[in-house]
Structures are given as structure tokens and as C-alpha cells.
């Protein structure tokens, strides 16, 4: 993340990120609470807790290391990771927001899984904020599409929305941190900091990628494209 961002921006961001992995654990307590649950869908929510909580000891790390604090940087750890698995990690944070809202949401994945050198806790932490921000700024019952493909040595993922859309002139701005639109009235009813898109973006580009927001205009919905290096394909390799 930029150097520029100083100690009080890199722990507010931190916070941010830290404050939507609560929500999958919080969403899992209070169904415990009200419905008696199988020992199957019991060991399933058990996976998400855990994973969750694994994810968050991994930003707690790094809000506890001293040099990450000097900077204002994450260290990434990258490893072999699937697409596919950081889309269903960023759906367990993001999906709840999703339902809430009462969206119906479409994931399209190829058949061929795409490989990807990643820090799959930090790329599923940028991917959650752009699904997150499709449930937010699209009325109920809108519809969300996810569309993974894979463009030669790149993996492609598209989000989709119904929604308030993006004003041509803001297209760019709204990756700036603390940029909030705030004209629309739909923007006015739901809460932000203005903190999302901009650590989706210095993570995403700390992977060697991009990403652009795109969208026909205000109440023409938005389609966010993350385009990031993959590993060639089996055949393709020498
Ligand atoms: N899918 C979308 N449709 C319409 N506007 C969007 C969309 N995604 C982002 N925006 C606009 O970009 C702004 C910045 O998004 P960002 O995620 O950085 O912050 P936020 O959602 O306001 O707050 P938070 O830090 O809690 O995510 C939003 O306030 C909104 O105006
Ligand atoms: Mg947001």
C-alpha cells in the first residue's frame, strides 16, 4: 500500500478490512442462536469461523509488525492459490451483505481452474470490498453477476450490478481513499468511509494487477474489472 498512507491511515485501513471479516463469524453466532443445526452444517459453518478467524490473526499480524506499521505496507505472503478459492473466500465475507439486501447473485467460473500466485487472504480481503459495494449501491433485489475468465496470462473477474451506477467523472476518483460520490440519494442511506475501493485497488495492484470501474451512468448499474497475472495453462507450459 502507498508509502504516503502514514501509521494513523494504515491502522485505519487495517480496521476496515478486520471490522468485514467479523461479519460471516457474527451471521454464524446468531443463526446458532435461533436454529438447530446437523453435525454437517455445523462442521461447514465451523470452516467458515475458522477461516475466517485465520484470516483475521494474519491482519492482526500485520498490525502488530513494526516495520509494516514505518511503512504503511502489507507484506504479502503469496502461495499457489485457485481463483476459485478466493472468490468462495470473498463470498463468505461479502455474501451475507448480498442476501441481506435480498440480490440474486450469479458466479460464473470456467471449467479449467486458473492458478494464481497470490496472497489469498489479501486479494479475497479486495475482491469482498468490490462485492460488498454491489450489494450497497444497488436497491434490493437487484442482480449481481461475478464472471471469471481467463484472457491468455490473465485472470479476468467482472462484478456486475443493477445499481445507482457511476457518473462518467467519478470512474476514476472512486478508487481515491476517502472518496465517497454522495450525490445520489441512494448513496445518502447506506454507511461508508470511503476506504474500500482504495485497498482494493493497492492490493490488487500489489499483485501486478488492475483494476477499472466502468458503468453506463447514474441508475445504469456498474461493472468493476480486476484483471490479475496467472499461471499459464497446463499445455501452455514448457
Ligand atoms: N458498485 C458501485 N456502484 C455505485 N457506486 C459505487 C460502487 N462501488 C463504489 N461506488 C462509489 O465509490 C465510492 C467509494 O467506494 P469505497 O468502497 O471506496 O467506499 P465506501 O463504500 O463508501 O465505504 P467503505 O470504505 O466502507 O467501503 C462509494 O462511496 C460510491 O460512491
Ligand atoms: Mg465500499
Known amino acids: 500500500m502507498s508509502d504516503c498512507l502514514g501509521k494513523n491511515g494504515f491502522v485505519s485501513i487495517l480496521a476496515h478490512e478486520l471490522r468485514s471479516q467479523l461479519a460471516p463469524v457474527k451471521t454464524i453466532a446468531e443463526l446458532l442462536k435461533i436454529a438447530a443445526v446437523d453435525s454437517a452444517t455445523a462442521r461447514r459453518m465451523a470452516d467458515v469461523v475458522d ?93 449481481i453477476r461475478i464472471v471469471c475468465v481467463r484472457e491468455e496470462d490473465k485472470a479476468v473477474i467482472t462484478v456486475r450490478d443493477t445499481g445507482i451506477g457511476i457518473a462518467r467523472a467519478q470512474l476514476d476518483s472512486i478508487f481515491d481513499l476517502y472518496f465517497r460520490a454522495g450525490h445520489a440519494e441512494a448513496q445518502r442511506s447506506v454507511k461508508g468511509l470511503g476506504i474500500g475501493l482504495y485497498v482494493a485497488r493497492a492490493l490488487i495492484e500489489a499483485h501486478g494487477g488492475t483494476i477499472r470501474a466502468a458503468s453506463p451512468g447514474p441508475d445504469c448499474g456498474s461493472e468493476l474489472t480486476i484483471r490479475l497475472p496467472c499461471e499459464p495453462l497446463e499445455a501452455d507450459r514448457g
Open 51 to 143: 477461516r475466517q478467524v485465520n484470516g483475521m490473526a494474519r491482519l492482526i499480524d500485520d498490525l502488530l509488525d513494526a516495520a509494516s506499521l514505518e511503512n504503511g505496507s502489507v507484506k504479502l505472503q503469496r502461495s499457489a492459490a485457485t481463483l476459485s478459492g478466493i472468490v468462495d473466500r470473498a463470498l463468505e465475507i461479502a455474501g451475507p451483505v448480498v442476501a441481506a439486501r435480498g440480490h440474486k447473485l450469479v458466479v460464473h467460473m470456467p471449467p479449467e481452474p486458473i492458478l494464481l500466485e497470490a496472497d489469498a487472504v489479501w486479494l479475497s480481503q479486495a475482491l469482498q470490498n468490490v462485492i460488498g459495494n454491489a450489494a450497497k449501491y444497488t436497491n434490493p433485489g437487484g442482480l
